[in-house]
């Protein structure tokens, strides 16, 4: 996703030790995470719905963060690029066997809102297209708002005014005023 890039390539070396809105989490930790992401749902594009080595937290960052998560990006997006891998039925983490659809469904919803994690914790605007956005909370309210979970924090509500942005976050877990 563009959106994303666009914020983590502004990450420098001396970011790498903040806290982020995503709890427990420095924002290295964060990047970790997203390699890990991408890596792992790119892998199970292949490895079936049985119990696989498929390593959910083997994503690690050497000395250029940013070019560890474009590798691992690029990994995923050329995973799900046949149209049959969206048919394909796949074992994702904890979740269970899944469509390829509904995996980058998911996918979709940690991309966006990591990006916003990343973008508050290095101060950067953040923008995704508001109809990305809009579709991202609509998938992500397919999830109970009874949590927390291991992906999700309790709901935390949002105004009605809010942007479609803030209200993705506010879902999650996320408090959209985080600083």
């Not at 903040?18 to 890596?39: F, I, K, N, Y």
């Not at 509904?102 to 297209?129: C, E, F, K």
Request: negative net charge; glycine residues 6%.
């Amino acid at each position: 996703m563009k959106a994303a890039d666009e914020v983590i390539s502004q990450v420098r070396p001396e970011h790498l030790r903040l806290p982020t809105p995503c709890a427990d989490w420095t924002l290295h930790g964060l990047l970790r995470h997203l390699v890990s992401e991408d890596t792992a749902f790119a892998a199970a594009t292949t490895a079936g719905t049985e119990w696989s080595d498929v390593d959910w937290n083997a994503g690690r960052l050497g000395d250029d963060p940013v070019a560890d998560y474009r590798e691992a990006a690029a990994g995923y997006v050329a995973a799900f690029e046949p149209d049959e891998v969206l048919d394909r039925p796949m074992r994702i983490n904890v979740f269970g066997i899944v469509r390829g659809a509904t995996a980058v469904s998911m996918h979709l919803v940690d991309t966006v809102v990591h990006a916003w994690d990343v973008a508050r914790t290095i101060g950067v605007p953040y923008q995704p297209d508001e109809y990305l956005t809009a579709t991202t909370l609509k998938v992500m309210r397919r999830f109970p708002p009874q949590r927390p979970t291991a992906a999700f924090d309790v709901v935390i509500p949002a105004q009605d005014d809010a942007s479609e942005l803030d209200k993705l976050v506010a879902y999650v877990g996320r408090d959209p005023n985080w600083k």
